[in-house]
């Protein structure tokens, strides 16, 4: 089983729906979450984190934890052609360190 | 506020040479610095980190080195390159890491292809 794992899409929306991303990871020790944006050809930059159970609203973007189901979501309303991207997945485990899932390519189309 | 620089951003480099690839920050002390690889299609894979001068953990058996002179310079090294070693290098801070651990935030990356 991989640590983190994400459906690498793509996934394709139109612009001004709902875009859900998901992720599920397997370290059960895992406190806190992290929500990365990587547009082609650049670095990843970070959008969202999440440390308790439940939905953590920022914007147009809301992260959604369940650590019974070792679950944890990104849901991106209003979806705007430049929201295209990839994103990834960063629980932290439980020596501290960051793993990275695969990334869900999202396509907003107008 | 706090910058990363990663230089230099894209690097052709035959077979069997070697390579350097420096990434400094500012506006903090003591950063734990981390260098990762993506290859093309690829999820992040965790090459190295340091959390202190001359601190240096390897996650990943391979031909590459890195090294950290200064507290908040972090080198990525080979002295000799293979084509595996293509790939999309980036360099990243974050702070101590307390419970919960801490964000990383990226350089801009180095996109390396060796020929």
């Known amino acids: 089983q991989k640590e983190v794992e994400q459906n690498s899409g793509p996934l394709s929306v139109p612009e001004g729906a709902i875009a859900s991303l998901n992720c599920t990871y397997s370290d059960r020790g895992s406190q806190s979450f992290f929500w990365y944006r990587q547009y082609s050809g650049k670095s990843p930059e970070l959008i969202m984190f999440i440390y308790s159970n439940g939905d953590k609203e920022d914007g147009r973007f809301t992260a959604q934890l369940n650590k019974a189901s070792q679950y944890v979501s990104l849901l991106i309303r209003d979806s705007q052609p430049s929201d295209s991207a990839t994103y990834l997945c960063a629980p932290v485990n439980q020596g501290g360190k960051l793993i990275f899932g695969q990334g869900t390519e999202l396509s907003v189309k107008p | 506020s706090q910058t990363i620089h990663q230089w230099p951003a894209t690097l052709v480099q035959p077979v069997g040479s070697p390579l350097s690839l420096e990434c400094t920050v500012e506006g903090t002390s003591n950063p734990n610095l981390y260098w990762y690889r993506q290859a093309a299609g690829r999820g992040l894979q965790l090459l190295f980190y340091s959390v202190g001068i001359g601190q240096i953990s390897s996650e990943v058996p391979q031909n590459l080195s890195a090294s950290r002179p200064q507290d908040r310079q972090f080198i990525l090294s080979s002295k000799k390159l293979l084509l595996s070693d293509s790939g999309f290098y980036l360099c990243?801070?974050?702070?101590?890491?307390?419970?919960?651990?801490?964000?990383?935030?990226f350089g801009n990356g180095t996109r390396l292809t060796v020929t």
């Open positions: 990243a801070w974050s702070r101590l890491a307390g419970i919960g651990g801490t964000p990383l935030h």
